[in-house]
């Protein structure tokens, strides 16, 4: 499956911002998607995942309240929608994909295809 990362920009502290993430092929649906992200200087980190079905939904404690990922199969789309954004949240958004189960924690190597990534820049 090939994903393509869209909707950064940027935008002030306290805003919001929807990252789509769109994929291509019949099999979109057979994927978890997961988000992650990458500050300059800082290594990849995760940030939330969706089951293929959409039932089952992880994200980390940081972004937990602020940050809803949804899917819309028919689409071929995973969303991002990130409110009361923080100076800190500023990094390059990716979207991947992996066959299987989703974990409360997951590590780059779990996913196996990989969006271009899309910029997010919080300002204070």
């Known amino acids: 499956v090939q994903l393509q990362a869209s909707g950064g920009g940027l935008v002030q502290s306290g805003s919001f911002l929807r990252l789509s993430c769109a994929g291509s092929g019949r099999t979109f649906s057979n994927y978890a998607i997961g988000w992650f992200r990458q500050a300059p200087g800082k290594e990849r980190e995760f940030v939330a995942a969706?089951?293929?079905?959409?039932?089952?939904?992880y994200y980390v404690d940081f972004v937990k309240g602020r940050f809803t990922i949804s899917r819309d199969n028919p689409k071929n789309t995973v969303y991002l929608q990130m409110n009361r954004l923080k100076p800190e949240d500023t990094a390059v958004y990716y979207c991947?994909?992996?066959?299987?189960?989703?974990?409360?924690?997951?590590?780059?190597?779990?996913?196996?295809?990989w969006g271009q990534g899309t910029l997010v820049t919080v300002s204070s």
């Open positions: 991947a994909a992996k066959l299987g189960r989703i974990l409360a924690t997951m590590d780059v190597g779990d996913f196996s295809s």
């Open positions: 969706v089951s293929w079905s959409g039932n089952t939904i």
